[in-house]
Structure formats: C-alpha cells, structure tokens
C-alpha cells in the first residue's frame, strides 16, 4: 500500500514536471516566433494614388500585425478589411519577416470643386479623397448639383443616371487618348469639353463615339490656339465641322490693356470661323 502511494507520487511529479517543460517549450516558441517572425521588411504593390505608407498603415493597424506567424493565422481566419477607396488588398507572406501588400485601387474618374477643396470621385459617384491639394491629370467636372460631401458616399447629385452618362464619355475620351482640362454638363444635359482655350460643344450624349472620333482627328491641329468648336449637332452623316476663332486670354487683356477697356469699352475679340471636313488624310 505504502509503494502504491509512493508511485503515484512520483507518476504525479512526472506529469507536473512534463507539464512545466511543455509550457515553457511553448513560450519559448512563441517567444522566438514573436522575435524571429518580426515584419521587417513590407512591399507594397499596385498603388498609384495612395502612398505605400499609407497602404501599410491600413493594411497593418496593430504591433501584432507585424508578426507572420500572427499575419498568417489572421489571413486565414479573419476577413482582410479593404479601405473604401480600394477595390482590393491582398496580403502575401514572402518569408518569416517580409510581407508584401498587393491593392487594385479604384480608378478616379474626376473631381468637383467644394468649399474650397478638391474632391475626387469614382465612376459610381463614390467621393474617394477631399483635398486641398490638386492632383495632376484628372478633369474637373461642373454643373453638378448637390449640397453637401461625404467621404466614401456617393455625391447626392439630382440627376442620378449623370455618371452612365459621364464613365461612357471618360471611356471613349480614354480609349482615344484624349485627356481635357474640363467636362460640363449644362443645361437639358447636354456638355461641354475643354482643352486649352478650346471649348468643344458636344451637345447631348447622342453618337458620342462617332463625335469623340472625329474630335480625336481636329483637335491636333488647334494646339495653342483658342475658339470654340461646334460638334452639338455631328453624327455618321456630318461631313463639315465648324470651328470659331476667338482671341486668346493673352490676347484679350494685351487688346483691353489697349483699348482701355477698363471703364468697361468694348473691344472686337476677332472672331472668324473655319470649317473642317473629312477627306483621306484625315481632318
């Protein structure tokens, strides 16, 4: 009986002491996996608008994200929140202490002007940035109406069915290489399109791709030069396009400078008109 006892003593101190080693054994694993796996070094992949410090920042909000053997477990296990203004981020783990961040931004279709700012959007209306600060590239877009911004929600413009009107206008601007300074929209939905000092009226959103083509062949030869071009009324059958001249910004204060305009004189701005027609070499 006495033996009995003095076994079970020792098979209970075994199994304590296996116990104290497996416990430690697991915090020194975890220990060295926390020191070893460490995030040293983060690649991030696909951005554009957004700077990889940025991207980081969200992709890896806490100290435990820079941690692969932590990172691993989360992207198998958890869903990878997207910021608003992507479509997409992945996270790859490259090796124990280097990560790279793969992000599918969504594309900036333009901007607005509001209370002194510029806010950017996306082809559905989303506002995906405010800033004071000007981005190069993108056009402004007037004549939409709305009362207030909100970050990550779409402009609250009247006319919803604006922005079909506007990403089939920005695709075909695109697909002909075509970048203006401005779009538009005036009254009974119909726009406009700045390039320059070169104001193109396209009138309604009829035979937009048949206008937009023929734009592409006219606007190389008014680089540097200043008028409106006429295209409200173009469609398959139109064979002449008109293009009035006016005077450059230059021109007119050199000319009001001039004339003493400032005691609000009139001026001739010197208007006169071309007409382009199509033929084998283009327009």
Same mark, same amino acid.
């Given at each position: ?32 996996? $926390? ?6 070094? /983060? #690649?991030?992949? !696909? =951005?554009?608008? +957004?700077?990889? *410090? ?49 992000? $599918? ?6 901007? /607005? #002007?509001?209370? !002194? =700012?510029?806010? +950017?959007?996306? *082809? ?160």
């Amino acid at each position: 009986m006495i033996e009995y006892k003095r076994l079970a003593k020792e098979r209970k101190k075994k199994r304590i002491v296996v116990a104290l080693i497996s416990c430690l054994a697991v915090i020194c694993l975890l220990t060295g996996a $926390y020191f070893l796996c460490t995030v040293r070094k /983060v #690649e991030v992949v !696909g =951005n554009k608008l +957004y700077s990889a *410090k940025q991207i980081e920042d969200l992709a890896l909000p806490s100290k435990w994200d820079y941690n692969t053997v932590y990172l691993w477990y989360k992207t198998r296990h958890t869903d990878i929140k997207t910021p608003p203004f992507l479509d997409m981020m992945e996270i790859e783990i490259v090796s124990y202490n280097e990560i790279r961040i793969r992000v $599918y931004e969504k594309t900036i279709m333009g901007y /607005v #002007e509001y209370m !002194g =700012n510029y806010v +950017y959007f996306d *082809k559905d209306g989303i506002v995906l940035e405010t800033s004071a600060e000007l981005k190069e590239g993108f056009p402004v877009v007037k004549g939409l109406a709305f009362d207030n911004v909100v970050l990550y929600e779409r402009l609250p413009v009247k006319n919803k069915e604006i922005f079909q009107t506007l990403v089939s206008l920005t695709q075909m601007l695109e697909k002909n290489e075509l970048n203006p300074d401005c779009i538009e929209f005036t009254g009974e939905d119909e726009m406009d399109l700045t390039f320059g000092e070169v104001l193109v009226h396209l009138g309604k959103d009829s035979s937009l791709d048949n206008k937009i083509a023929r734009l592409k062949g006219i606007l190389p030869s008014l680089v540097n030069r200043s008028g409106i071009l006429f295209m409200e009324d173009v469609d398959e059958s139109t064979e002449r396009i008109t293009f009035k001249k006016t005077l450059s910004k230059a021109e007119q204060e050199a000319l009001q400078q001039e004339q003493g305009t400032g005691d609000g004189g009139e001026y001739d701005n010197g208007e006169d008109t071309e007409v382009y027609t199509e033929n084998e070499d283009g327009w």
